[in-house]
């Protein structure tokens, strides 16, 4: 794909910023969660949480992750960079957020259906975890270690 070559920069530049959205969505969201699961079921605030991480999911972190994948894979195919130790490890911390993701998007329909059944400390340790995540993968991407 030589063509891509003279786009790398670009296609850099949009993965970059779709990532930054991307984790800014999926490190608020379970503190979102945190202050919702403490709010009554069926209460003005049930309510505002619900529109508030219905529009952050998908608004925010379902397009951004989506671009995300599209560009990270035409770079991968643009540098011909496969091969590389950091990326395989990489690409696994990414799959591990996307399942998070997913498991987000999951729980999200939990509170809107009433049937939340986590504490507020459950939902910010999973922020924490996110958030280890996050940083190994910048890590690896500029370290590049291995």
């Avoid at 958030?131 to 991407?141: D, E, F, P, S």
């Amino acid at each position: 794909m030589t063509f891509l070559i003279g786009y790398y920069l670009w296609l850099k530049v949009v993965h970059l910023i779709a990532m930054i959205g991307w984790m800014i969505g999926i490190l608020y969201l379970p503190r979102l969660f945190a202050y919702h699961a403490d709010a009554s079921a069926d209460s003005d605030t049930d309510a505002v949480f619900q529109q508030m991480e219905y529009n952050l999911m998908r608004l925010l972190l379902m397009p951004c992750m989506i671009v995300v994948f599209i560009t990270g894979i035409l770079l991968i195919v643009a540098t011909e960079s496969l091969a590389s130790g950091w990326l395989h490890t990489k690409i696994l911390l990414v799959l591990m957020l996307a399942g998070l993701h997913g498991m987000m998007s999951r729980q999200r329909k939990n509170f809107q259906r009433g049937e939340n059944t986590r504490s507020a400390a459950y939902f910010r340790t999973f922020s924490h975890v996110t958030t280890l995540i996050v940083i190994l993968v910048v890590a690896l991407a500029i370290l590049k270690p291995f």
